[in-house]
Nanobody, 126 residues
């Protein structure tokens, strides 16, 4: 079992930056691919970004490519999401996710992830 706890959400003006963190419990963090999904009001949840278990591979949704950066610290069981040049359409609840894998693959759909955090709100005002 893995428990994920997000932090760092909040309010920011368009063009600003925010950083999210996700702390994972357990001793096998390096065997999990990690990622972030988000859900805006009235919309379906969508994939934002994923990172492989070693951190060697990343995959970004087109909507955030060039603005968001995911990273991980396996020694401290934490994954980070740095969000720059934020837009009002980035407003959403952001969820940290994890999936156990033997490979360096990255999941891009909800059903591929076994563990979800409780979510943290990000609000970008225009």
């Amino acid at each position: 079992q893995v428990q994920l706890v997000e932090s760092g959400g909040g309010w920011v003006q368009a063009g600003g930056s925010l950083g999210l963190s996700c702390a994972a419990s357990g001793r096998t963090f390096s065997t999990y691919a990690m990622g972030w999904f988000r859900q805006a009001p009235g919309k379906e949840r969508e994939f934002v970004v994923g990172i492989s278990r070693s951190g060697s591979s990343r995959y970004y949704a087109d909507s955030v490519k060039g603005r968001f950066t995911i990273s991980r610290d396996n020694a401290n069981h934490t994954v980070y999401l740095q969000m720059n040049s934020l837009k009002p359409e980035d407003t959403a609840v952001y969820y940290c996710v994890a999936r156990r894998t033997l490979l360096e693959d990255i999941g891009r759909v909800e059903r591929e992830y076994d563990y979800w955090g409780q979510g943290t709100q990000v609000t970008v005002s225009s």
